[in-house]
């Protein structure tokens, strides 16, 4: 039988080469040895998601591949998802989950979701192009600790800034970690606009979450 490393790396290695087939039986094999199906997600396939998301940045993979990858990495998810045992690492904190307005891409939310339900969070998944209000109203309706926001557009991005505002002007804010991300914002855009954290990748705001809203 495979060992641990071995099988986790060929979780990574599968995502980071469009594998969904290979990702699912790494999958598999992960849970015949024995491996935390949390471990696997986070140290196998995010891993793998990283890689590729880091080269969506930079310009060195296109969405075509970023949305392969995210196929492979959710044929193993459906595979390891399950085998989470329900209550395992709970949390007692909510999230509210947005695409704002006016921006259709959501991979990266979705990633973020998936993280997020695993790690024992609940989320408010509200989806793409998203307004302000209802951002604004659903975080204060479920007494959300947190606010996670995604862009993928140079031309929708500032709309994150608006969602932003309105917390302000309703009261809201100092309520809820703010944490922004997707391909074009930055720790300075995240800082001019008044967020409160901005992610680097999806490992990177679930953490942030557990240690800060």
Same mark, same amino acid.
């Given at each position: 039988m495979a060992d641990k490393e071995e099988i986790i790396g060929r979780l990574t290695s599968?995502? *980071?080469n469009y594998k969904r087939a290979d990702a699912a039986q790494a999958a @598999?094999?992960?849970? +015949?040895?024995?491996? +935390?199906?949390?471990?696997?997600?986070?140290d196998g396939l995010l891993r793998g998601m990283t890689v590729v998301g880091d080269q969506f940045s930079r310009h060195k993979a296109f969405l075509p591949q970023l949305l392969t990858a995210a196929a492979a990495m959710y044929g193993?998810?459906?595979i390891l998802l399950p085998a989470i045992p329900v209550g395992e690492h709970r949390e007692t904190k909510t999230v509210t989950l947005a695409v704002v307005e006016g921006d259709v891409h +959501?991979?990266?939310?979705?990633?973020?979701k998936t993280l997020l339900t695993a790690g024992g969070f609940e989320v408010h998944d509200l989806g793409k192009d998203v307004s302000a209000e209802d951002i604004a109203d659903t975080a204060q309706s479920s007494g959300s600790t947190a606010i996670a926001l995604s862009a993928l557009m140079t031309t929708t991005m500032f709309k994150m800034k608006d969602t932003i505002d309105l917390l302000e002007e309703n009261g809201y804010r100092d309520n809820v970690k703010i944490s922004i991300g997707g391909a074009p914002t930055s720790p300075a855009f995240a800082k001019d606009i008044g967020a409160d954290h901005w992610?680097?990748?999806? *490992? +990177?705001?679930? @953490?942030?979450?557990k240690e800060s809203a």
């Open positions: 599968s995502v *980071q @598999r094999d992960a849970l +015949d040895a024995g491996v +935390d199906p949390l471990e696997a997600i986070n193993a998810l459906d +959501d991979i990266g939310k979705n990633i973020v992610d680097r990748n999806a *490992q +990177d705001i679930v @953490r942030w979450l």
